[in-house]
């Protein structure tokens, strides 16, 4: 009774009885017990944490290594996809295929592919919407040889990349092996490149240069050896100065004289509108051979720009509009672009199409607005490809190379009606790739 008394009157003495009464059985444990829970407590959660990092690295490393080998795939469709649309040939798809591969390191090991047919790393097949537009694309396999041999039409090419045990590269081994009963991973990762349909507007040069000759390299009727023999044939007369003037002869004449009698050619003079005309058809020609749905315009410019034709999938369409123009007058690019620029502004545009420009000339911008200005506007409004061609050895190329960067295009440039054809015929098969997969 007077111990429960004393314990009665301590605890009105001191306040937090509980707690000072717990905090002096802490102060009494044993130090060798507290050493002892810690040790039983470190030893249960370090092989856990170690298990833990493990896991996170090897998880860390296949992120890595997958991201890897998606961006080598998808280097390696895209630029097989662009040699076969330009070649036109599967060994340059296959050859493009490898060789970006090797310049994109997997688990720092460049990624190999087999060219082989039978490895099926590099297939040629063909892509479609069963969903409609804006559904998911779906590629479907043919075969190669077939392909080679020009018997049936692709239009995609899939690359299939890999780190298997099947794959020149092998397997990708793990960080820390045996956790898991794993000790490697095998990758594997598909990529498909399609070419799409395209909605055309070839922007054509109509100013009077068009009228002049196109002459073999190294030739030209503007020196004075040719002016000296015109003098004496009556197509010009020399002032009390040395200056020639003409005697009536406009320019076109003058050529045409130059090429018969002083320059006497075995073949006829070729008229540069004329080349045009004649590169204009072949371009067609390969667009009716392609596998993609193209439609095609005109717009042309001199002093003035004008259009032409709407975009229509019927290519005869536009060819009557480039068989009804005529040549003179300066050089307005910009003005030829604006009118261009409208074929991808009516209706008959497609939303899901890609949007290329042609532009032509064969001299130098001289009335209207800058077309590199022009271009630099289109950039930044429209999601649209320039592709310019300049054509013959007055052209301005330096200009218009820089308005086909602007717009993410190719600058050609052309010194005679052969080499204009081929330019055509090449943007024609320049068909715009697509990664869907």
């Known amino acids: 009774m007077n111990e ?5 009157a301590s605890n009105e003495k001191h306040s937090g009885t509980t707690v000072n009464a717990l905090h002096r059985r802490v102060q009494r444990m044993p130090r060798g017990r507290r050493r002892g829970s810690v040790m039983a407590l470190m030893a249960f959660i370090l092989p856990l944490l170690a298990l833990m990092a493990a896991f996170c690295v090897n998880l860390a490393h296949m992120q890595l290594t997958r991201t890897e080998l998606i961006v080598a795939t998808d280097a390696a469709a895209r630029a097989g996809g662009r040699a076969f649309s330009e070649e036109q040939t599967v060994d ?7 060789a970006t591969a090797l310049l994109n390191n997997v688990d720092g090991m460049p990624l190999q592919l087999r060219r082989e047919d039978a490895a099926n790393e590099i297939e040629f097949g063909s892509t479609s919407q069963p969903g409609g537009l804006g559904s998911r694309y779906y590629f479907t396999k043919v075969s190669t040889a077939d392909v080679a041999a020009n018997q049936v039409i692709a239009s995609a090419v899939r690359v299939n990349g890999r780190r298997d045990a099947s794959s020149l590269g092998g397997v990708i081994p ?3 092996p045996k956790f898991f009963s794993r000790e490697y991973f095998e990758p594997t990762q598909r990529s498909v490149a399609m070419q799409v349909d395209r909605d055309i507007s070839l922007v054509l040069d109509r100013s009077g240069s068009m009228e002049w000759l196109t002459w073999p390299d190294g030739d030209s009727p503007w020196n004075y050896d040719v002016y000296a023999e015109a003098a004496d044939a009556g197509i010009l007369y020399r002032s009390r100065g040395g200056y020639y003037y003409s005697r ?15 320059f006497d050619y075995d073949v006829p003079p070729a008229v540069k509108w004329n080349s045009l005309v004649d590169a204009v058809e072949a371009f067609f020609d390969v667009l009716d051979d392609t596998p993609q749905s193209e439609q095609a315009a005109i717009a042309s410019y001199a002093s003035t720009g004008s259009r032409d034709s709407w975009l229509d999938p019927d290519f005869d369409v536009a060819m009557n509009a ?10 307005g690019i910009g003005r030829g672009m604006r009118e261009g620029i409208k074929h991808f502004q009516h209706a008959n545009a497609r939303p899901f199409a890609s949007k290329t420009m042609v532009v032509m000339t064969d001299g130098n911008h001289n009335t209207g607005e800058d077309p590199l200005d022009v271009a630099r506007e289109f950039a930044s409004t429209y999601n649209m490809t320039i592709h310019t061609v300049t054509f013959g050895s007055d052209a301005n190329q330096s200009d218009m190379h820089d308005v086909a960067a602007a717009c993410n295009g190719k600058h ?26």
Do not use: C, M
Request: negative net charge; aromatic residues 10%.
């Open 4 to 8: 429960t008394l004393r314990i009665t």
């Open 412 to 437: 050609y440039h052309a010194e005679s009606g052969e080499q204009l054809i081929e330019v055509f015929q090449e943007i024609a098969n320049n068909l715009p790739t697509l990664l869907t997969e």
């Open 322 to 331: 480039v068989d009804h123009l005529n040549t003179g007058g300066g050089t």
């Open 92 to 98: 340059a798809a296959k050859d493009a295929a490898v």
């Open 174 to 176: 793990l960080v820390f």
């Open 248 to 262: 009536g002869e406009n320019q076109a004449s003058f050529e045409r004289w130059a090429w018969d009698n002083y």
